[in-house]
Every structure is written in structure tokens, then in C-alpha cells.
């Protein structure tokens, strides 16, 4: 099964509230959400790249919640609907972002080629997953648990006040999972 249609079955499957069919079509007939890059040179960074670390945060997470650990003691408990959105889209930031160009590099035989490689060009730069939250807002209500898992899936890695991702991660579970789900999926299933 292609990548798509593997995002497209958890989507529908699992999406169904107000504005998500205008989503869906959104993604699948005006964005570049299934042919992007998920990076310039790091984790996904391919044609198709975005989807697929998608797929991955959504297994990693869906994982993560299953666990006897984080239902019994950590009380998380999250519908089917909230784990494959939040996961899903978290970076639907990224759609639009990436540009293919080229550059001179030399071979093995020190003869230089023309490679391609991807640009970063963020043609509406309001944040990472601030920029998620808001195109996610035009389309569908997201709860307040939802939006700041969204917006804080980067944790400590992100260019947020420290202090403010303690704080979220303590008032909001799901971004805590969120956060090691999608650091789960860049750096053990798309590293290098």
C-alpha cells in the first residue's frame, strides 16, 4: 500500500468532525501534502517524505498509548480521533515549504555534477507549530489539548521558552506524547 493511501484509510477512518472532509480535500487536491519533503536533508527528506512521517508519528503514538503504563498511571486516555489528528497533522506547517533547486557537486571521479536538493522557503513564516494550529483552525475546532500538543510537538527541541515546554507537557499530557512520538519516528525510523 503507497504512503497515501496508507494516510488517507487512518484520515478517514478515524476523522470524522466538523470541517475534516474540507480538510482532507484541502491536503489531497491543493497542497503538496503528499509529494513533500518531511526536511531539506535530515529525517524524510524525499519526495513523499512528509506523508510518510506522518504514518510514522501516528503508529509511534498510537504505540505510546497503548502502553498499560500510560493508560493505567498516566490516566491518558484519548480518542482514536485526537491521536490520528494531532499526529497526523501535526506539521501541516511544512506544506507549500519546500523548493526543489540544484547545486554543483563533485562525484567520485571529482568531475562535478548537477544534484538536486530541496530549499526551505516558507512563503507564510508564523512559527512551526503555531502555523500548524492556525491553517488547522480555518478548517475545524480543535480542543485546547489538541492545539497545544500541536503546537509543542517539538519539545525541548524547539525554539520555545524552556520553561513554557515544562509547563505544557505538565498541563497537557498529549503534547508529552506527542513530542517523543514524533522523536521517535525522526531519529530511530527516518535517520540516517
Request: glycine letters at 8%.
Amino acid at each position: 500500500m503507497e504512503i497515501k493511501d496508507t494516510f488517507l484509510q487512518i484520515y478517514q477512518s478515524k476523522i470524522h468532525r466538523e470541517g475534516a472532509d474540507k480538510f482532507l480535500e484541502y491536503l489531497t487536491e491543493k497542497s503538496d501534502f503528499f509529494t513533500a519533503p518531511a526536511s531539506t536533508r535530515y529525517h524524510g527528506a524525499y519526495e513523499g517524505g512528509l506523508a510518510q512521517h506522518s504514518v510514522n508519528v501516528y503508529e509511534c503514538l498510537r504505540a505510546y498509548m497503548d502502553r498499560e503504563r500510560v493508560k493505567d498511571l498516566y490516566h491518558m486516555n484519548y480518542s482514536e480521533e485526537t491521536i490520528a489528528l494531532v499526529s497526523l497533522l501535526h506539521d501541516v506547517c511544512k506544506i507549500g515549504c519546500y523548493k526543489t533547486s540544484t547545486r554543483n557537486v563533485k562525484d567520485e571521479n571529482g568531475v562535478w555534477q548537477k544534484v538536486p536538493f530541496y530549499q526551505f522557503d516558507d512563503p507564510m513564516p508564523y512559527g512551526h507549530g503555531e502555523k500548524s494550529v492556525y491553517i488547522l483552525s480555518g478548517f475545524m475546532r480543535l480542543s485546547r489539548e489538541e492545539a497545544f500538543a500541536i503546537r509543542y510537538h517539538m519539545g525541548f527541541s524547539g525554539n520555545e521558552d524552556k520553561g513554557s515546554v515544562g509547563k505544557v507537557f505538565e498541563q497537557f499530557p498529549l503534547a508529552f506524547a506527542l513530542s517523543v512520538a514524533d522523536m521517535e519516528a525522526t531519529y530511530f525510523l527516518e535517520g540516517k
